[in-house]
């Protein structure tokens, strides 16, 4: 008994999965009859935008190609026309070798795996297959036909069971009435009797319940009215057959129409018909529907209101043809008997703006193979369609038939018309003429030949547009007349110095200093007007010349206010504007003192020889608590330089501190904090017990303007980082030695170098691990220290150079020891 259970549910698991496989399948929409080689560019660039907007290379979308259904020639044709649509709009892809033997011929490209959660393969190739014109009319959300039940009582509407009539009796008498109409189609008016409305428009109905109002004494017309309206609305059954995507049964309410129920349904599938949709109504045929009327004029004379039980079938479709290229509405159109290319194009929404006219190509189906017809404008009306027709408009010539270009020194360049005869002496003369600074000597038109090669031809402007000669223009001729200013470089003159805003300004003829000078913004402060100079340019130097003159310099004076002045001097192209500070001036120069001094705070620089020493004296001398050994002096990096910060352009400071801090990167590449290691390259070591003991001797620096003296308190620890266990600050202890404030720190790390310790000292000083033999001799260590581990680079040699390395050391090591015990000996 077990074993047939598992056997019906092994059957039963199999079923499943076929079904799910099955259906899986299913859900993708086969591609196959897409022909790669008639899609429009348009529609290769569509794709190749959802694909990239879906992360998809160009071999991931032929690969998807061929899941959906395409032949291997089908997808070879696709990555041509991929390829062709690249090369014209200059995207060529990368070419990729095949894997897959697709063909003979093979592929520029290699398969890859494709995750099918990062796009829908429905909507990738959704703008390859041509849309049915009307089709999505039944199936967008935004137009779903419902009807208005909250309308007036429409006229010639047919009462039938489930309908509730409203009659109300005013005038003499009054009576409101809400009356349903049973299913044997009767109503129950009260004190009156049954009378049956089933059939009856609503028209007819309202005169039959007031003739039964009168026979029972109604007074109607005698003062008395009867108004009688629709209540609730009943629901009706109908019946959709034939090739919609639900067929069936459905239930609508009773002022539904064709077009309610179409949409119901979900419109007629892909083989269905759109312009012959019958009505049948009891066994026979009461309309036909042409949806297409509706679309192209608006016209729903055949929408009609549907009965209970009426029945709406949508056949195949006869005769559909396809209609691309440059019409407003490419689609897929059915046609009717009578029906010519002319009505197609009418349903296509007509020609682009661009589209060419005088021939429409046609790919017809012959018996076995398809076959290229041209159609001329005068036939469209003649032409009748065939089954699988495909209409392609192409685009008018990317040319001008009679077209001249003039470009340049005119007052008005651009394109203009080739009319009989014209003239180049004329076109210049549509152009509104010469511009003043239009060079006269020379000017060219470059000419396209019959076989579309191009030549020059050069003409005298100044005896074109006297009359002295003149040349006749053909189709695409460009004119060049060029100015005197792109014949030569921009006059500029350039003033950099002691002015509020350096710069470079355009040369205008009669330039003075003075003018400059303004255009600068004027003078910035402490610049000198008194000695001023002007660098010319040489055009006559002598090359052999060891000690030849590379520029002409003047020096000259201005007036302090810039007043005009009859001798100023004249200023030529290319000059070089210099102004200088006035002799002795300087800006304060600002330094600082910090820690245990009895007077901390900024300072300024008295003398220009002033040094640290003085400063400690200015500040009242060290406190009883100052680490003098500790003492340290942060210079920034121009004053390291020796670089007055005052007179120097910033932007090269700016571009001197990146390149040291792209060394700094470079050499601290295990820091785990560069910011440290930049602060720290900005002090400068210094011995202040030193200075303070011998004022004036070699250590004691002169000061420069941003200087910083930091005098701590007595230091206690000392600070142990990089590559050790554990970064951490140790107490300082006199006794003990280098390796013990690392074990203290937790030993050194299975990659520290620790022949490149070092000792970075409270004064800024730093000193680093010596090596004799194979033993490393480290710096001793002071309070306020802090030792640095670097990281041991990466071997780059192989195991046997180590061994071999080792081995030689070890060698050289016994070579000594044996040495020294023959000497003892």
Do not use: C
Request: hydrophobic share 35%; no cysteine.
């Amino acid at each position: 008994m077990t074993k047939k259970i598992l056997i019906l549910l092994f059957t039963v698991g199999v079923l499943i999965f076929s079904v799910n496989a099955t259906s899986a399948q299913g859900s993708l929409q086969n591609i196959s009859s897409i022909n790669p080689s008639e899609l429009s560019d348009q529609q290769v660039g569509q794709l190749l935008q959802q694909a990239a907007g879906a992360g998809l290379s160009d071999s991931q979308i032929l690969q998807q190609a061929q899941s959906r259904g395409m032949s291997s020639s089908q997808v070879l044709q696709l990555q041509t026309r991929i390829t062709t649509y690249r090369q014209k709009n200059g995207n060529a892809s990368s070419s990729m070798q095949d894997t897959t033997g697709f063909s003979q011929r093979k592929l520029n490209y290699t398969p890859d795996t494709i995750d099918t959660t990062t796009t829908n393969k429905g909507e990738l190739f959704e703008n390859l297959k041509p849309k049915i014109f009307g089709a999505d009319i039944f199936r967008n959300k935004n137009s779903s036909f419902q009807p208005n039940l909250k309308i007036a009582t429409p006229v010639n509407y047919v009462v039938g069971p489930g309908d509730q009539l409203v009659v109300n009796v005013y005038g003499n008498s009054l009576v409101n009435w809400k009356l349903g109409v049973s299913p044997e189609g009767n109503i129950n008016i009260p004190g009156v009797g049954v009378l049956n409305v089933s059939g009856k428009t609503i028209e007819q109905a309202t005169e039959a319940i007031k003739g039964r109002l009168k026979a029972s004494n109604y007074a109607i017309g005698r003062g008395t009215n009867v108004k009688i309206s629709l209540g609730d609305i009943r629901s009706i059954n109908v019946i959709l057959v034939g090739q919609l995507v639900k067929p069936g049964t459905y239930t609508l309410s009773s002022l539904s129409t064709v077009f309610n129920a179409l949409y119901t349904a979900g419109g007629p599938n892909d083989n269905g018909s759109l312009r012959q949709i019958q009505i049948i109504r009891d066994n026979r045929v009461i309309r036909t529907l042409d949806v297409y009327d509706f679309l192209t004029k608006g016209d729903q004379k055949n929408n009609i209101t549907l009965r209970d039980q009426d029945i709406i079938r949508v056949p195949t479709y006869r005769t559909r043809v396809e209609m691309s290229g440059a019409v407003k509405i490419p689609a897929l159109f059915e046609v009717l008997p009578g029906e010519t290319l002319d009505n197609v194009i009418n349903f296509a929404g007509g020609f682009t703006d661009s589209a060419y006219t005088g021939r429409i190509k046609v790919l017809q189906v012959a018996d076995q193979q398809r076959k290229i017809t041209d159609v001329i404008e005068a036939d469209f009306k003649n032409y009748v369609p065939l089954r699988g027709d495909k209409y392609i408009v192409e685009t008018i010539l990317r040319r001008f038939e009679n077209r001249v270009v003039i470009n340049g020194a005119v007052f008005r360049p651009g394109e203009y018309e080739l009319q009989n005869g014209l003239t180049l002496q004329q076109l210049i003369a549509k152009a509104s003429g010469l511009r003043e600074d239009a060079f006269t000597e020379r000017g060219t038109i470059i000419r396209l030949k019959p076989d579309n090669t191009t030549e020059a031809i050069s003409f005298n402007v100044r005896d074109v547009v006297n009359g002295k000669s003149n040349i006749a223009l053909q189709r695409e001729d460009v004119v060049t007349i060029s100015s005197i200013f792109d014949l030569r470089d921009k006059y500029i003159v350039t003033i950099a110095g002691n002015v509020r805003s350096p710069r470079t300004i355009p040369y205008a003829e009669g330039l003075r200093v003075e003018d400059v000078i303004v255009k600068a913004g004027g003078f910035a402060e402490g610049a000198s007007p008194n000695r001023i100079e002007v660098a010319r340019r040489v055009s006559d130097s002598d090359p052999l010349s060891k000690n030849t003159p590379v520029a002409k310099v003047f020096t000259i004076d201005v007036d302090n206010q810039l007043k005009l002045s009859d001798a100023n001097f004249e200023l030529k192209p290319f000059d070089v504007i210099s102004v200088y500070s006035l002799p002795g001036y300087e800006k304060q120069k600002l330094v600082k003192v910090e820690g245990e001094v009895l007077y901390p705070g900024p300072y300024v620089i008295k003398n220009k020889n002033e040094r640290i020493s003085d400063l400690v004296k200015r500040a009242g001398g060290i406190t009883a608590s100052a680490d003098v050994e500790g003492g340290s002096l942060k210079r920034d990096n121009y004053a390291i330089l020796g670089v007055d910060k005052s007179k120097t352009d910033t932007t090269a400071i700016a571009l001197e501190r990146q390149q040291q801090n792209n060394r700094l990167k470079r050499t601290y590449r295990d820091s785990s904090n560069l910011a440290d290691t930049q602060l720290r390259n900005n002090f400068v070591g210094i011995e202040l017990d030193k200075i303070l003991k011998k004022p004036g001797n070699k250590g004691d620096l002169i000061l420069e303007d941003g200087d910083v003296l930091r005098i701590p308190k007595q230091q206690q620890v000392v600070r142990v980082n990089g590559q050790v266990l554990y970064p951490s600050a140790v107490l300082y202890e006199r006794s003990k030695s280098f390796n013990d404030f690392v074990s203290n720190a937790g030993g050194y790390a299975p990659r520290s170098l620790r022949s490149g310790a070092y000792v970075i000292y409270p004064n800024g000083t730093v000193r680093g691990t010596r090596k004799f033999l194979f033993f490393n001799i480290h710096p001793p260590v002071k309070a306020g220290s802090e030792i640095y581990v670097p990281k041991k680079p990466e071997s780059r040699g192989n195991g046997l150079q180590n061994v071999l390395a080792f081995s030689t050391g070890l060698a050289s090591l016994g070579a000594i020891i044996l040495g020294i015990l023959t000497l003892k000996k």
